[in-house]
């Protein structure tokens, strides 16, 4: 990374040299992890205490905003927006989210003044990675233990929404999986509040069209709609992206993906010259069409539960998403409750045909 003058920004970036300090708390500082791509303006390091607990460090990376300061408050606010609503969580005890272990800054010297100081968040380490590497493991070959993950990550978007929090970015990525330490099934939290909705806490994102990543955001976000209420937009956003994490867990597709092999190239997202209310009827048969893929890929003996679940939760039509249920309900048609009860329901009869114990 080459800024001002020819410099090395990564030389002079106090974010790239915090290996092997002793941070707050007792935490120790690994080696930099290699950047990922998606990773905008930062950078992370594994960490590790004294009781051998290993970390997550996320830290706030100032170089690509360098010089503009307008950027620079930009990063900063998503970094305090985001840093705030780990620590609400927190306060809340959500069991099924992973948030903060401890947050900090840290200034060296030797380092350019703007560069010198590392904003960081600790993060609980995931020890069997994320549902992509999860999905690899043999352990996970069993549709039981899928459910039972599937439930955990839908509990915690519930333990989110509770708190109105909507999540905006949820993928394989951010569906984090934890070994138990007692033993038995795995257990999955939901990660990454990067992207996240509260109202009262707003970030640079908050009046994006598609917040999170456009491979996992819903068609009407796809479309470039916005519902007049926010509330239904980003909770009618995540209530979508759960369905497709179910349909991603058991096929290795996302809803997507499969919307995209059955739209005609002038009726895709990508190139449709009118709205979304004028896309809907060709959405809705491209939907009908991969649902039967999807029902040809799912293990028969969970296939009606889980083709029952995406149905409702990737409705197309964003006035009739949610569960059937829910939506005639008093308060919100994309409440959880009745989905988390499924989902655990689902997982209870699939052990029972396979013999096994929670």
């Not at 620079?72 to 609400?88: C, F, P």
Request: glycine residues 10%; charged residues 20%; contains cysteine.
């Amino acid at each position: 990374m080459v800024g001002i003058s020819g410099l090395n920004m990564e030389d002079i970036n106090v974010a790239f040299h915090l290996e092997g300090l002793v941070l707050p708390g007792g935490w120790t500082v690994g080696s930099l992890n290699a950047k990922a791509k998606d990773a905008r303006f930062s950078v992370s390091y594994p960490v590790f205490n004294e009781q051998g607990r290993q970390g997550f460090m996320k830290v706030l990376d100032l170089a690509d905003v360098f010089g503009d300061i307008d950027d620079l408050n930009q990063a900063l606010g998503d970094y305090i927006a985001e840093r705030d609503l780990l620590m609400l969580c927190g306060e809340a005890a959500l069991s099924r989210v992973v948030v903060a272990v401890a947050h900090g800054k840290v200034t060296l010297p030797d380092f350019m003044p703007t560069l010198s100081t590392a904003h960081y968040i600790i993060f609980e380490h995931a020890d069997r990675g994320d549902l992509n590497d999860a999905l690899s493991d043999a352990g996970l070959d069993d549709v039981a233990v899928r459910l039972d993950l599937i439930h955990d990550f839908a509990v915690g978007i519930r333990q989110l929404h509770k708190q109105e929090i909507a999540h905006q970015d949820i993928k394989p990525a951010n569906a984090l999986v934890f070994a138990r330490p007692e033993g038995g099934n795995p257990k999955g939290k939901v990660a990454d509040l990067g992207r996240a909705h509260k109202s009262g806490i707003p970030t640079s994102h908050s009046g994006a069209v598609v917040p999170g990543d456009r491979s996992f955001a819903p068609p009407e976000l796809l479309y470039g709609y916005q519902h007049p209420d926010i509330a239904t937009r980003r909770f009618g956003g995540d209530v979508y992206q759960l369905g497709s994490l179910i349909c991603y867990a058991f096929s290795g597709v996302t809803m997507n993906a499969l919307l995209s092999d059955h739209l005609a190239t002038s009726h895709h997202w990508d190139s449709f010259g009118d709205g979304y209310p004028q896309a809907l009827p060709y959405l809705e048969g491209a939907f009908a069409a991969a649902l039967t893929d999807l029902e040809e890929t799912l293990p028969r003996s969970v296939a009606p539960e889980v083709l029952r679940l995406v149905t409702y939760l990737c409705e197309p039509d964003l006035e009739q998403r949610g569960h059937p249920r829910s939506r005639g309900a008093y308060g919100s048609r994309f409440a959880l409750e009745r989905v988390v009860g499924e989902l655990n329901l689902a997982a209870v009869r699939a052990r029972s045909r396979a013999g096994l114990h929670s």
